[in-house]
């Protein structure tokens, strides 16, 4: 994608959006008439969300709804001053970091799965193992919907874990023009502009855009530019079309690493923890194989460990190990999307939308900074390289050995288009839709990563003989790095990935809700996918790996299958109801895996879903709790055959198996109240076990805990409302909390099987003063200071804000 000029794009770019199609119909019932709501996938709701079209593209309430569905409106968002979808995840139960190494992009799980990004409905960028990954900003965002479990009928091509549902800001009639200053710590500033009104009587537009500047805790900085412009046009009472548009520039910097956890395997030590060894414990290899070290060298570095280590990150504090030459995450988005809403009868609807997205990234960033301390490793202790680092007879017990930078340059563009056809009837006395949808989408990734190497990395060619030698130095001390000199360029890169991918899916589906007299409601529904994918491989350096050095013809393969939903619901009074779900769904094996012309097709990844949820309501509906007993799985996962051998195992020897899983149990709270004029109540909670259940062969692995995913986390957020000190309007003071269980860092294969990140409790506060044409309000984040680490990485930890202040300003115009 070219670069634009922000400052015309801001006065010329459209915004993506799409319209809140809503309905009212009178449907006659054996009994009475009872007054329908017709709610489409965009979403409408009260103060507590008591409706939302997300899981079933129908006009179901919550209470009625067979799935789990989660929704944060935008009071919530504005209350907690919070820029960025990272950040609301303490809002919903289940939904947590992923534990990526990067400290970039949006890399959060459902349930421990992966997660699909949308914005109202459609591809919103990243998942089904992209590793480059947009941070989503809330400026266009008006709620947040989470649907837990598949939903491939519904929503194309996505991951297992569920949807994350961006409800973007439609354009108004009513005119509304607001304006926005924010300040906070770390010279983070921004300044934004909403305006929307009527243009005629038929057409309405809406504008967003916003600029934000920040240095960032840690000096992780994030700057980024934003311009939406959606137009609706009511073509009569009948029908609509929007035409929106969206373009984001966005600079983020890259830290890959975070805190590393120093590999200490105490294993190899009689089961002694770190800090309970002697130098003597610290054995060298009987057969001299690994590294031998003086007895005075054992000693040093049996006096550099602390208990911690091999368990949990080495504190740095504000420091990292953040490389000069590592470049921030750029990356520059634009979309275009046409909604079209049509009501050809009293009870028969039409939806049509059709999106264009064009995502172009690059960084340069560190992939490992391994300090290895002692390891007895497949029956060889301290194996060079992974060994203490000793040059010229001293040992450095701090240094950082196998480092990796990569740079890498993506564009993703994709389109996609979904119909959904309803049509509502009533036949026996009993209420019920029919829903036809069919969807088309194609993504094509150009990926190019160039990779430099310290001097561990030795590449040699079949005659033995050394080809390639890293040129980085090693990191001689964590704690006080010593750095390359000069560019990423002028250490020898190699070419180490260059392909095209494309991954094109279509399906159609039916779905059918009936809304029975005795408080059952029933869904089920059935969908047809087939995805199909190609890989183009340019050629790399034949000093990274000769046998694929050379380009090779695109590759295909394609797989197809029947994906259902199957839901009911119970209502035995009108504030209580219970539901029973099960799911399967079906996407592509990864967008960005490599497909060989000798291997027979790959077969889809698949996932399945249970559920058992009860709701309640209360408060004349200002109240809605639910409680949702869960089971999730990614399935159909490809290992390795350990008894294939390339060009020896005979034809019927599987070279994969396809019967590797991940899989999540738990149980879910989630919360919602307005329970007066004054108080204000959200809680949600999570106990979920999330094992990695791919590979049977691998039994370091298998069963092992997820990467980053707790088993229980929770938080809550209180309001107050009240007139206080004789002022004009009233103060709203808000208090919140975020509990997170620790997590573990699965770093089985790298010595570390008991590393982990601790878990944190964060405190976080505002207050706000409202008066007809303006707002003011202080967020008061870490309220406590507490010093936590927000994410598990790889090996590692990614340190957590430490108090921070931002006072915002809005004036409505």
Sequence with gaps: MKSFNLSLVTLACLSVSAFAHTHNATVNTADSEQSLERISVYGKQNDVVMNSGLATKSNMSLMATPAAVV??????????????????????????????????????????????????????????????????????????????GPATGLYGMGSAGGVINLIEKKPQFEKHNEINIELGQWQSYAMSIDSTNGITDDLAYRFVAKTARSEG??????????????????????????????????????????????????????????????????????????????????????????????????????????????????????????????????????????????????????????????????????????????????????????????????????????????????????????????????????????????ADKVIKNKQGEQIYQGTLPYILDIRSPNWANGRFEDHDPLNTANYNKTVSAWGTGIQHVAYFDNGFTTRVGVAFNEIEQSYEHFGVDARYRASAAQPTPEQNTSDQGATYNLGATYMPTDNFSVFINHAKGRTAYGILNSISGSEKDLDD???????????????????????????????????????????????????????????????????????????????????????????????RNFNTRQKGVPYISAGTWLSYTAQWF??????????????VDKRST???????????VPSYTVF????????????????????????????????????????????SFSFTL
């Design 217 to 454: 805790y840690r000096d992780l900085s994030n700057d980024r530019d934003e311009a939406y412009l959606s137009l609706r046009y009511s073509l009569d009472n009948t029908q609509d079309l929007t035409l929106s548009g969206a373009y984001i520039k966005d600079s983020i910097a890259v830290d890959s690493i975070g805190h590393p956890i120093r590999i200490y395997n105490a294993d190899s030590v009689a089961g002694k923890h770190a800090g309970d060894v002697t130098w003597q414990d610290l054995m060298n290899d009987p057969k001299d194989q690994g590294i031998q070290l003086s007895d005075s060298q054992r000693q040093q570095l049996a006096d550099s460990l602390a208990a911690s280590d091999g368990l949990t990150p080495y504190t740095f504090g504000h420091a990292g190990l953040i490389s000069p030459m590592a470049n921030d995450n750029k990356g520059e988005e634009l979309r275009f999307k046409l909604t079209h809403n049509i009501d050809l009868t009293d009870n028969l609807f039409l939806n049509q939308q059709l999106q264009y997205r064009d995502y172009d990234t690059g960084f340069a960033r560190q992939t490992g900074a391994y300090n290895y301390v002692y390891w007895n490793r497949r029956g060889t202790i301290n194996a060079d390289p992974r060994a203490p680092l000793v040059m010229d007879g001293q040992l450095y017990p701090f240094a950082a050995r196998r480092q990796e930078y990569r740079k890498v340059s993506a564009d993703e563009h994709s389109w996609q288009y979904f119909a959904d056809l309803r049509y509502d009837f009533n036949l026996a006395g009993i209420n019920q839709e029919l829903l036809i949808n069919a969807n088309y989408e194609d993504r094509d990734i150009r990926f190019k990563q160039y990779s430099i190497y310290d």
């Design 726 to 739: 004789k002022l004009a309007h009233p103060l709203e003071l808000s208090v919140g909390a975020n509990y």
């Design 605 to 699: 990844s698949e996932s399945l879903s249970n559920d058992l949820g009860f709701r309640f309501k209360s408060f004349n509906d200002q109240l809605l709790a639910s409680v949702v007993i869960f089971e999730s799985a990614r399935t159909n996962l490809q290992y390795t055959n350990p008894d294939y051998e390339e060009g020896v195992s005979a034809a019927n020897v599987a070279r994969y198996f396809y019967d590797g899983q991940e899989q999540t149990k738990g149980v879910e709270l989630d919360l919602n109240a307005y329970l007066d004029e004054r108080w204000k109540l959200n809680i949600n909670a999570v106990y979920q076990d999330a094992r990695n259940q791919k590979n049977p062969n691998d039994e």
């Design 71 to 148: 929704i944060v409106d935008e009071a919530m968002i504005k209350a907690q001053g919070v820029n960025n979808l990272q950040s609301l995840v303490r809002n919903i139960s289940g939904v947590t970091q992923a534990g990526n190494n990067y400290g970039i992009g949006d890399n959060l799980v459902v349930r421990g799965l992966g997660a699909n990004y949308t914005y109202d409905g459609m591809y919103g960028g990243a998942g089904l193992g992209n590793t480059f990954n947009p941070t989503r900003s809330l400026t266009n965002v008006a709620s947040i919907e989470v649907l837990k």
């Design 764 to 807: 976080d506060s505002a207050l706000s003063y409202k008066s007809d044409d303006w707002t003011l309000q202080l967020n008061v984040n870490n309220l406590f200071n507490k010093a936590f680490y927000s994410k598990a990485m790889f090996l590692g930890g990614m340190p957590g804000d430490e108090r921070n202040v931002k006072l």
């Design 746 to 756: 699965h770093s089985t294969s790298f010595g570390i099987p008991d590393g982990y």
